[in-house]
């Protein structure tokens, strides 16, 4: 369990992949179609940002992917399993050992120090000595010193490294990131974005990022546009290809 | 202003989980504690009537030294209002049909009863119906078994004395037919106007005056002040509760309700104070809000000031919209039980506790925390600030303590039932407080795992102050559920245990000691074998330490068996239902002493070696007080003041036996063959003091059953306060357990297993503290004795930890039926 063992790309099928993703949410009397026949395939390793405006539909993508929720129609596979096949507890099983996620809220509980926020997933995993692994990840993303507090005690960008810290704990082989330094300041948000990155490469983790920053994008190996449900992937001279 | 206004509105409010828990608590708290509060006035009412009918008056005076009483004061009386009616009875031997008997004669004026109604038949076969005066002059009502033992028949005549009257009914019941121990020969009932034909009385004989009174309760006070300097030794005031039998019943029954309603005034309270410190936390980020849109600390104040007001009177007219209907239902189910119409009325008096219970709920639970709303700073707009450490709460709670127990004892004007449910309040929050430091120290230890049982400790560890708060309030909830509940039980059982089925509902009286062992033998014959048999022997208690008994007693001590004759006796075994609370019991062989019954001893101020002097005939008897003993005196047998040694004080004089003993209504006969064969043996039949008691007992368990469960419905909405309260954190949790990868199933049973470790812990404290109010309630209110419930002890925490499991599963709902995803958002 604790060491997930990564086999060579080539022999693998991509660590995702969607086929024509559908979804729609019903209203009182109408149907609003979020997700339009998306298709998508990220290899391992690879770090991937989805950008779009407010309303386009990349949350609800992100949630699809990570098995957060089930498309209306089409399929998403994640490492070799495909998730809509799933059980919840079976998706749950999955998301457990190999996903880690970022939010932008922080999504940090309020009741719990920064130690235990980090251990949770560790708890859930049942992972051995949850609290030393904790302690050693809140140390790498520098708060080794605030292990005690709750997040109330904690600002913004510290949360947000609590968040990461607890992220990569399971040692997950990919990582949602729904956008990330969405809640931060420029400063901060590059620091904290700074930390994401380094601790994916560290990891060998595959990244999905959502944001509507170009910036942050911009550090991502590829990017994908999202607009009114329809995902395109510019190329290289930043035209879009479907 | 106009802004304000527009931010209040009870439709809006009513949106709110929160303001919707702290009204529905306030419509509860006022709706019980007005529905008991009417309904306990109109009960004791009820039951004051009932019990007056045993006196078929309020009060009775009764002259027995044979001579009337002066008219001057029956004229008194008049004057001040109060209404009068007089009875006269002797024992006289009667003739008629084929034979003669003696009978016990009472002759009544035409205002008796003044309370309560006579039942009669006018033959044997016909129906039984309820009259509100006696027998005409010229008339005789006899009892049936009179009626019998003469072969008479209705319309015959019955001669008493010289005067020669019809038989015109058969007196079944009549109002006052209590222990009187003139009244032992089958009962014939006449008019008082055709005494003086009879010439049976005349100066010297044997005969009882007794004037019956009736009127305010105020006028009868004033009148009793006006006679007591006035009364003789041989005369005897007694009003409905110096009667031994029923003011005991009735006293509970009051005490018991006000239990209830302090209790539901409580759980109430709790709600509120719970829900409405919700509220305003819920509430932080809209007065920022509306601060920074320039409204000013005192207009936040005003602004939830007079929403709470608002809440206040929808509370208050809620409550009293469910109560006023209750109350009608209960009280018919009154007049039901009764078989008689109850006069039901609204004492407007018995709605004030109502309202003073919304208001101090209000103010002293409900305003502190909103108070402090207007303390927000404006900043939260920007920027989240950390809340509230509970601590600056600690005086607020303080003064609402204090305010709801100040409310408890004004409402149930008992200072032992404030300081019994306090002192187990007290237990529970110094057991709360080790259970804290345990848990914090205990399960700090245990680490986390895929395991239910791992995460449930660990999540108890980690919300150990909601934990710990939490527990708190199920416990004091469970608490005071299990409380009344023990109370209703035990008040239950001991009445039960008093008046069995087979409670003995004849009294022999007179029996010669020469006839002691044949008596015995015919009822053993009969298969109805007596209860143990006492001599008695009848003397006033003169003396106490050589001094006159009257002035060694403070005058203000009304104290009836000092007025009267006292039954005597001796014994060498202490009666089952009795019991030693000082000194010793006689030992074998013993003959000096005196046993004396704790409560008289306790008026007289009676201690252990004080010396007593009774006079029985001619005789003076000085002995010394050994032992004092509490008695049951409802307990149908019978049951002495003072009781000697066998071979004591009492030796040689002469005595009659007692006992008392249980004969089924078909055997019924048998007492005419029984009264044949001794007839001086005289027969007290009591049933209908045993059937009167039981309605008593009936309607006070209807009344206690209806309590129980508007208490229940209190303890309901404690439940979903304190629910509610963390509902929002609990499902982010839940959400957030399942995103990382708990699984459902994981999730639903650590949660269970969580909430049942709660509520064992809430319940096993709930029920100790219960036991210990109980142990103190018992022993000041309800002169009970105690002894632990283990029938409750072990499945009130069990059931408590299944409820709250279910509980903790059915907050769950929304977090398990939802994708984590749509979850997440919702509650961001």
């Known amino acids: 369990m604790n060491q997930m063992t990564k086999p060579t790309p080539e022999s693998q099928p991509p660590m995702l992949r969607a086929k024509d993703l559908t979804h729609r949410v019903r209203l009182e009397n109408d149907t609003l179609t979020i997700l339009q026949g998306v298709n998508l395939e990220i290899n391992r390793g690879e770090s991937v940002a989805i950008v779009g405006r407010s309303g386009s539909g990349k949350t609800t993508l992100l949630g699809l992917l990570a098995g957060l929720d089930t498309p209306t129609e089409g399929s998403v596979e994640l490492d070799g399993a495909t998730i809509s096949q799933l059980s919840e507890d079976e998706r749950a099983q999955l998301r457990a050992s190999r996903v880690g996620f970022v939010f932008q809220s922080f999504q940090l509980l309020p009741a719990l120090t920064a130690l235990e926020n980090v251990m949770l997933p560790l708890e859930l995993a049942g992972i051995g000595d949850p609290e030393k692994r904790a302690r050693e990840l809140l140390e790498r993303v520098g708060l080794g010193e605030r292990l005690t507090h709750t997040p109330r005690q904690l600002s913004g960008g510290e949360q947000q490294r609590v968040a990461i810290a607890r992220a990569f704990a399971s040692e997950p082989v990919v990582l949602f990131a729904d956008e990330p330094t969405g809640n931060l300041d420029n400063r901060t948000g590059q620091a904290v974005s700074d930390l994401l990155m380094a601790l994916n490469r560290e990891q060998g983790t595959t990244l999905v990022m959502v944001t509507h920053d170009e910036h942050l994008a911009a550090r991502c190996a590829r990017q994908f546009h999202i607009e009114a449900g329809q995902l395109t992937e510019p190329n290289e001279l930043g035209e879009p290809v479907s | ?828």
């Open chain 2, 1 to 828: 202003m106009a802004a304000e206004q527009k931010l209040m509105s009870v439709r809006r409010d009513w949106r709110e989980r929160d303001v919707r828990v702290v009204l529905a608590a306030l419509v509860i708290a006022v709706a019980t504690v007005a529905t008991i509060a009417l309904f306990a006035s109109q009960l004791q009412r009820t039951l004051v009537t009932s019990a007056s009918s045993f006196l078929a008056a309020d009060r009775q005076l009764e002259a027995e030294n044979g001579r009337p009483i002066p008219d001057s004061w029956l004229q008194e009386a008049d004057a001040r209002g109060l209404e009068t009616g007089q009875m006269v009875e002797f024992s006289t031997m009667v003739f008629g049909g084929e034979g003669f008997q003696l009978v016990s004669v009472k002759a009544v004026s035409n205002e008796y009863p003044l309370r309560g109604e006579i039942e009669v038949q006018e033959g044997p076969d016909s129906p039984r119906q309820l009259v509100s005066s006696g027998p005409g002059p010229g008339e005789v009502w006899i009892n049936p078994r009179l009626l019998r033992l003469l072969e008479l028949e209705i319309g015959d005549s019955l001669e008493v004395g010289n005067l020669e009257l019809t038989v015109s009914g058969l007196l079944i019941r009549e109002p006052d037919g209590g222990f009187r121990l003139s009244a032992l020969a089958p009962r014939v009932m006449m008019h008082k106007d055709d005494v003086p034909s009879t010439g049976v009385v005349q100066e010297g004989s044997r005969v009882e005056f007794v004037y019956l009174f009736a009127g305010e309760e105020a006028a009868l006070e004033g009148y009793y002040e006006w006679l007591q300097p006035q009364l003789e030794p041989s005369h005897e005031w007694e009003g409905v509760r110096d009667g031994e039998t029923f003011s005991r019943s009735l006293q509970r029954a009051e005490r018991f309700l006000l239990l209830g309603g302090s209790l539901a005034v409580l759980l109430a309270a709790v709600a509120v104070a719970v829900a409405s410190r919700q509220y305003a936390l819920s509430q932080r980020d809209t007065v920022a809000l509306l601060k920074t849109l320039g409204l000013n600390g005192a207009g936040i104040g005003r602004l939830y000031l007079r929403r709470l007001l608002l809440w206040g009177v929808t509370g208050i007219v809620g409550g009293l919209l469910v109560a006023l209907p209750l109350f009608w239902l209960l009280a018919s189910m009154l007049s039901d039980v009764l078989e008689r119409p109850v006069d039901i009325s609204l004492d407007p008096a018995a709605l004030a506790p109502a309202l003073l219970t919304a208001l101090v709920s209000l103010f002293a639970f409900a305003y502190p925390p909103i108070r402090r709303l207007r303390n927000v700073p404006a900043m939260r707009v920007l920027r989240s600030q950390p809340g509230e450490s509970g601590r600056e709460a600690w005086p607020d709670m303080l003064v609402a303590i204090v305010a709801i127990f100040g409310l408890v004892w004004l409402y149930a004007g008992e200072l032992a039932l404030v300081v019994s449910l306090l002192g187990g309040l007290v237990l529970l929050l110094a057991a709360l407080g080790l259970l804290g430091w345990g848990m914090v120290t205990v399960l700090r230890r245990v680490r986390g795992g895929g395991n239910a049982w791992r995460l449930a400790l660990v999540g108890l560890y980690r919300h150990r102050n909601a934990s710990l708060s939490q527990i708190a309030v199920f416990a004091m909830t469970l608490m005071l559920a299990a409380t009344l509940v023990l109370v209703r039980t035990s008040l239950l059982d001991d009445w039960q245990a008093q008046l069995p089925d087979d409670a003995p509902n004849h009294f022999l009286i007179n029996i010669a000691p020469d006839t002691v062992d044949e008596v015995a033998g015919f009822w053993e014959g009969q298969g109805q074998p007596l209860e143990e048999l006492y001599p008695m022997v009848r003397g006033r208690l003169t003396e106490l330490n050589g001094q006159p008994v009257k002035e060694a007693v403070s005058k203000d001590e009304r104290i009836g068996a000092l007025n009267r004759e006292l039954n005597l006796t001796w014994m060498d075994s202490l009666p089952e239902d009795n019991e030693i609370v000082e000194g010793q019991w006689f030992a074998d062989g013993d003959q000096d002493g005196v046993s004396v019954e704790a409560e008289l001893a306790g008026r007289l101020g009676l201690q252990l070696g004080d010396e007593l002097t009774f006079t029985i005939g001619s005789e003076k008897v000085t002995e010394t007080v050994t032992s004092i003993r509490t008695v049951q005196w409802d307990s149908m047998k019978p049951n002495f003041y003072m009781a000697f040694p066998p071979g004591g004080g009492l030796e040689g004089l002469p005595a009659t036996w007692i006992t008392s003993f249980y004969l089924p209504p078909e055997k019924n006969t048998a007492l005419n063959d029984f009264s044949r064969q001794f007839p001086t043996v005289s027969v007290l039949e009591i049933d209908h003091i045993i059937s009167r008691i039981q309605e008593i007992v009936q309607q006070v368990t209807r009344a206690i059953e209806a309590i129980l469960a508007l208490i229940l419905a209190a303890a309901l909405v404690v439940m979903a306060a304190v629910v509610s309260a963390t509902l929002r954190d609990r499902q982010r949790e839940g959400a957030l357990l399942r995103t990382l990868g708990g699984r459902q199933s994981l999730l639903v049973r650590s949660t269970m297993l969580e909430f049942a470790v709660l509520g064992g812990f809430a319940g096993l404290l709930g029920v100790v503290a219960a036991e210990a109010a109980v142990y103190a309630l018992q022993f000041r209110m309800f002169e009970g004795s105690f002894s632990w419930h283990w029938q409750v002890i072990i499945p009130i925490p069990l059931i408590s930890a299944i409820v709250l499991s279910l509980f903790g599963r059915w907050q769950l709902r929304p977090v398990l039926s939802v994708s984590p995803m749509l979850l997440l958002r919702r509650l961001e």
